[in-house]
Structure formats: C-alpha cells, structure tokens
C-alpha cells in the first residue's frame, strides 16, 4: 500500500507540477512580452516574439530531458567503455578486447540473433494475418481488443504470466504448469522447458511474440484500410483468388508498412532484457546482450568499464536499423 500510495502520489504531483508550469510560463512570457496596449504597432511585435517563444517553453523540458537521461548517457557510455572497472583509469580497448574473447557475450550474441530471426518475422506475420482475419468479421473489434491486450502489461508482467505456463513439477505431483499439464494429459513426461539448453530461447522469444502481434496487428491494419477498394474489386472481377489477392495485391501496397514493423520490432528485440531477467536470468544458455550488461554494470561489484562497452556493442547494433526505419517512415510519408 506504501508503494502504490507513493505512485499515486507521484503521479498527482507530476500532473500538478506540468499544470503549473504551463500558466506560469505562459503568464511570465505574456507579462514580458504584453498584447495589449496603445501602441498596436508594439503590441504587433509582442506577439509574434511571443508566439516565437511559446514553443519552447513545451519543448524545452523534453529537450532538458532528453540531453539529461539519453544525450549525456550515451557519451559518458563511450568515456566508460575506455575505463577500467571502477571508471577512474584510462585502459583503452582492454574492455573490447576481453568482450569478443567472451564466451558470454558470444553466447549472448548468437542468443540475439535468433531472436532477430525469429521474433520480428513471427509477430509481423501473426499481426498481418490477424489484422486480415479481424477485418472480415463482425466481431473482428473485439478480437482485435483481446490481441492486443498483452500491450498493456509490462514485460515482466508478462514473464510472471508465462512462468506459471512453463511451470514445471515432479511427474508424481499435480502439474500447475498449462504446457505441462497438456504433455500429461497425453501421456508425456513434464519438461522444466526453460532450462533447455537452446529451445529455452525460443519459449522465451513466444512471450514477446505474444505482446508484440498485438502492435503489428494495430499498425497492419489501419495501413490495410488504407488500399484502395477499387484495387480489390478489380481483382476479384479478374477472378483473382483470395492468397493471390492477399500476396500480390495487399502486401505490396503496403510494403513499406510492413518493414516499418518489422525493423521497429527489431530495434526492441535487440535491447531484451526484462523477459530474460525474470525468466531464466541468463542461466541455461540463454544469455542476451542487455542482460549480460546488466550483469556486468551493476552485479558482482559492479564493472563499469566492461558494462559500458557492452552497451556500446548495443547502441552500434541499434542505430543503423533505426535510421533506416526513420528515413523508410518518412519516405512513405511522403509518398502519401
């Protein structure tokens, strides 16, 4: 109750606190700068200087913000990386050199790569499918309301969930577990599933599947709603067929949209972390990037230097896909 009272507390003065600095703002910058007066000519200028201003006074707490917890992190990442492990001696590429001599981290970067391949094809191709199926419906709002529920809960939130899926009992005892209680009920034997060597990654890459169709399957569908009708209607009249329809005519209008999806999923597959920190924590070889980082940062001591350099690794990964991404949305924008 002390938790959530605080939480709400934080909230109440947050949303306070953003109510009084637009007034106040807004009523200083009208005082310097007031509207009214005998001299229109000045009153003119007042304003356009004003309107000039304003702008910033909404952008510039989410500039400060920005320069604060992104901009700065990111540099003193790069200083860190450099530094040794209580970030106070300079060893140069020491840190990067033990990081690809790892085992961890190769094993942390394989683990990333099927998540790659795996989660941002799966969730696209479940969103777009979905978001086909729900439009040919009449209850299709509804299902489209229960796929993406999973948004709505936090990773770890959805981890717990999964837990209690793969949960795992003595074959003498009862099993809680729903995929375990499914392999004895057709006369199998029950599985601790995550501790698999391999396949573990891949029980875990569902859990985000799950979240992530629900937003593939959002985006998917507001850009098939945007295919001209009279495309379709053609189509059929040539006496196309319903998979001819669907992957000759429908998917490439809709191309970019797709990719959109697909490299935006992927930006956050690589930066995993929550799922495998409350699932397996990295054990039974299912180490990632972040968590290795997470490891190294803050666990055992704690070693900046390498920590840093891993989440370099990450950061390198990362920004090429979300240029490309950003550059693909505005082309299509402007397409539009």
Same mark, same amino acid.
């Given at each position: 109750?002390?938790?959530?009272?605080?939480?709400?507390?934080?909230?109440?003065?947050?949303?306070?606190?953003?109510?009084?600095?637009?007034?106040?703002?807004?009523?200083?910058?009208?005082?310097?700068?007031?509207?009214?007066?005998?001299?229109?000519?000045?009153?003119?200028?007042?304003?356009?200087?004003?309107?000039?201003?304003?702008?910033?006074?909404?952008?510039?707490?989410?500039?400060?913000? =920005?320069? &604060?917890?992104?901009? /700065?992190?990111?540099?003193?990442?790069?200083?860190?990386?450099?530094?040794?492990?209580?970030?106070?001696?300079?060893?140069?590429?020491?840190?990067?050199?033990?990081?690809?001599?790892?085992?961890?981290?190769?094993?942390?970067?394989?683990?990333?790569?099927?998540? &790659?391949?795996?989660?941002?094809?799966?969730?696209?191709?479940?969103?777009?499918?979905? $978001?086909?199926?729900?439009?040919?419906?009449?209850?299709?709002?509804?299902?489209?309301?229960?796929?993406?529920?999973?948004?709505?809960?936090?990773?770890?939130?959805? $981890?717990?969930?999964?837990?209690?899926? /793969?949960?795992?009992?003595?074959?003498?005892?009862?099993?809680?577990?729903?995929?375990?209680?499914?392999?004895?009920?057709?006369?199998?034997?029950?599985?601790?599933?995550?501790?698999?060597?391999?396949?573990?990654?891949?029980? =875990?890459?569902?859990? &985000?599947?799950?979240?992530?169709?629900?937003?593939?399957?959002?985006?998917?569908?507001?850009?098939? %709603?945007?295919?001209?009708?009279?495309?379709?209607?053609?189509?059929?009249?040539?006496?196309?067929?319903?998979?001819?329809?669907?992957?000759?005519?429908?998917?490439?209008?809709?191309?970019?949209?797709?990719?959109?999806?697909?490299?935006?999923?992927?930006?956050?597959?690589?930066?995993?972390?929550?799922?495998?920190?409350?699932?397996?924590?990295?054990?039974?070889?299912?180490?990632?990037?972040?968590?290795?980082?997470?490891?190294?940062?803050? %666990?055992?001591?704690?070693?900046?230097?390498?920590?840093?350099?891993?989440?370099?690794?990450?950061?390198?990964?990362?920004?090429?896909? #979300?240029?490309?991404?950003?550059?693909?949305?505005?082309?299509? #924008?402007?397409?539009?």
């Amino acid at each position: 109750m002390q938790q959530l009272l605080y939480a709400a507390l934080t909230m109440v003065a947050g949303v306070v606190g953003c109510a009084i600095y637009f007034f106040s703002s807004n009523f200083i910058l009208d005082m310097i700068f007031p509207s009214k007066g005998t001299d229109t000519a000045k009153a003119g200028r007042n304003i356009r200087r004003a309107n000039m201003i304003r702008p910033w006074l909404f952008l510039g707490p989410a500039l400060l913000a =920005l320069g &604060l917890y992104l901009v /700065y992190p990111v540099f003193d990442s790069i200083r860190l990386s450099f530094m040794n492990r209580s970030g106070t001696e300079f060893v140069g590429v020491s840190n990067y050199v033990w990081m690809f001599n790892d085992a961890q981290f190769r094993e942390s970067i394989f683990n990333n790569f099927l998540w &790659l391949l795996v989660v941002p094809a799966a969730a696209t191709f479940f969103g777009l499918v979905i $978001a086909v199926l729900t439009d040919r419906i009449w209850w299709g709002n509804i299902a489209k309301s229960l796929i993406f529920m999973p948004m709505a809960i936090s990773f770890v939130g959805a $981890a717990v969930i999964w837990k209690f899926i /793969y949960d795992y009992r003595d074959a003498s005892t009862a099993q809680i577990g729903l995929l375990n209680a499914i392999v004895v009920y057709f006369g199998g034997d029950p599985q601790a599933w995550i501790t698999i060597p391999f396949w573990n990654n891949f029980f =875990l890459m569902v859990i &985000l599947v799950w979240i992530q169709t629900g937003f593939a399957m959002v985006i998917l569908s507001a850009a098939l %709603r945007g295919i001209p009708e009279e495309t379709i209607e053609a189509a059929v009249i040539d006496g196309a067929s319903g998979p001819q329809i669907f992957f000759k005519i429908m998917v490439p209008q809709i191309w970019g949209t797709i990719a959109v999806v697909w490299t935006t999923i992927t930006i956050l597959v690589l930066k995993v972390f929550d799922i495998v920190l409350a699932m397996t924590n990295g054990q039974w070889q299912s180490q990632v990037l972040a968590n290795l980082m997470f490891d190294w940062m803050f %666990r055992g001591g704690g070693d900046f230097g390498r920590g840093a350099a891993i989440a370099i690794v990450i950061m390198v990964l990362v920004i090429p896909i #979300m240029i490309w991404n950003i550059r693909n949305a505005r082309k299509e #924008m402007e397409g539009r």
